[in-house]
């Protein structure tokens, strides 16, 4: 099969992922061989190719892609051929550890991941943990569903953690793709979105927020931060009320609050989305109330391209890999 091969880790614009032929793997009991329709290409994979996620030499050579759709075209396990499936960033947990038993599959230390333990969806076939893996709706396109698997589950999660109620003001940093879904996702919680943004006010507009704003004004019932930028993070606590939830889903360095914008019992809390129950409530979710995607195409052998342009930020939404 033709895959994307990342042999080391090396900045984006000297090219790393080679478009190669590997001999496609066996599955073994439990498994399923999907033919990969599409493959989201997501923020976490640029830092799997420039080395910002070091990671030890005997994962390499690797493939990439943990946001997979794919067609079950062989199955050790009662999933049937034709089946259309999706994985995401966590491929399977141990299943017995106390994280596991107690619900909390996506906090296993012993979690294998997508594209970087096992091979991922920068390939024209995968073999995936028939227990781990998601049926899709009809309803959603190959394309539409791919990000739901990463970018999808991570906004659901976010919201979650606030879990909004009807006519609460849920305030959301840092308009991009992931915002996109969690607007949506408020708003078809009966909750509304207030967008937060400068530049970005389209997008907010298009997802659906009740509101959008140049700066956040008033008292919200919850926020989110999805830009990795400290400052939108001290806004947030600032104004959100007490005893609710700041949720910061982004990756910063470094965050600092002033101790007097968060007295009175806030909330604060990153997100380790792929909870099964989550990626089928997201599917769910998405099927229902058409949530929708901003999707672009694109080829797998374009993937150091398409890797290049998220680095300059000039990918709104989330670009594709088809084989
Ligand atoms: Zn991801
Ligand atoms: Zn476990």
């Known amino acids: 099969m033709k895959a994307m091969l990342l042999e080391k880790q090396e900045k984006i614009e000297k090219k790393p992922l080679?478009?190669?032929?590997?001999?496609?793997?066996?599955i073994s009991e439990g498994q399923i061989l999907v033919k990969v329709l599409a493959n989201g290409v997501c923020h976490s994979d640029l830092h799997i190719v420039e080395g910002d996620f070091p990671l030890p030499a005997s994962l390499f050579p690797l493939i990439p892609g943990h946001e997979i759709v794919g067609e079950v075209v062989e199955s050790k396990s009662e999933i049937e051929k034709g089946t259309r499936v999706g994985i995401g960033w966590f491929y399977n947990a141990c299943g017995k550890c106390d994280q596991c038993i107690s619900g909390h599959e996506n906090l296993c230390p012993n979690a294998l991941v997508t594209g970087i333990n096992v091979r991922g969806g920068y390939a024209e076939y995968a073999a995936l943990d028939a227990n781990y893996v998601t049926a899709i709706p009809d309803s959603i396109g190959d394309i539409e569903a791919a990000p739901l698997f990463c970018a999808g589950i991570t906004a659901y999660s976010a919201v979650k953690k606030i879990n909004p109620s009807v006519n609460d003001r849920i305030a959301v940093f840092g308009i991009?793709?992931?915002a996109f879904y969690a607007i949506?996702?408020?708003e078809a919680m009966g909750a509304k979105a207030v967008a937060v943004t400068r530049s970005h006010a389209k997008v907010a507009e298009e997802a659906g927020a009740s509101e959008i704003t140049h700066k956040p004004q008033g008292q919200y019932d919850g926020s989110i931060v999805f830009a990795?930028?400290?400052?939108l993070v001290k806004d947030a606590v600032s104004t959100v009320r007490s005893g609710k939830t700041v949720v910061i889903p982004a990756v910063m360095d470094r965050i600092e609050i002033p101790f007097s914008s968060?007295?009175?019992e806030k909330n604060i809390t990153s997100v380790a989305s792929g909870l099964?129950?989550?990626?089928?409530a997201v599917l769910d979710m998405a099927d229902s109330a058409g949530i929708k995607s901003m999707v672009h195409k694109r080829t797998l052998s374009e993937a150091n391209e398409v890797l290049s342009e998220l680095k300059k930020g000039q990918i709104m939404g989330r670009a594709v890999l088809v084989p």
């Open 262 to 264: 968060f007295t009175w």
């Open 276 to 280: 099964r129950k989550e990626t089928r």
């Open 176 to 178: 991009g793709g992931l």
């Open 228 to 231: 990795p930028n400290p400052e």
């Open 18 to 26: 080679k478009y190669v032929n590997v001999k496609t793997e066996d």
């Open 184 to 186: 949506q996702m408020i």
